[in-house]
Nanobody, 117 residues
Framework: QVQLVESGGGVVQPGGSLRLSCAAS????????VGWYRQAPGKQRETVAL???????NYAPSVQGRFTISRDNAENTVYLQMNSLKPEDTAVYYC???????????WGQGTQVTVSS
């Protein structure tokens, strides 16, 4: 059974930083595209950052230069380092995993990030 468990959310002031983690189990993590998505109240879920199995990152324009996605295949974990946070970054953040050999999409349970003074 595949499980994705996120951690690291919280409340931070504008300009602050947070680091999200997503630990995967039950799957060959290194052979999957991983990513972070977010959903703010009243809005659709949107892509934040993706990383291919080969380690190539892609970012939404709104977070480019502020957020960094990384992965540790030995620890089956994907990270999202978020710097220079803005109030508009407030959302529930979800990690996502798609095996390269499958169309199945796996989601974590979500972690709340609130940016407020």
């Amino acid at each position: 059974q595949v499980q994705l468990v996120e951690s690291g959310g919280g409340v931070v002031q504008p300009g602050g930083s947070l680091r999200l983690s997503c630990a995967a189990s039950g799957i060959i993590f290194s052979r999957a595209t991983v990513g972070w998505y977010r959903q703010a109240p009243g809005k659709q879920r949107e892509t934040v950052a993706l990383m291919s199995s080969g380690g190539r990152p892609n970012y939404a324009p709104s977070v480019q230069g502020r957020f960094t996605i990384s992965r540790d295949n030995a620890e089956n974990t994907v990270y999202l380092q978020m710097n220079s946070l803005k109030p508009e970054d407030t959302a529930v953040y979800y990690c996502n995993l798609v095996p390269v050999s499958s169309s199945t999409v796996y989601w974590g349970q979500g972690t709340q990030v609130t940016v407020s003074s």
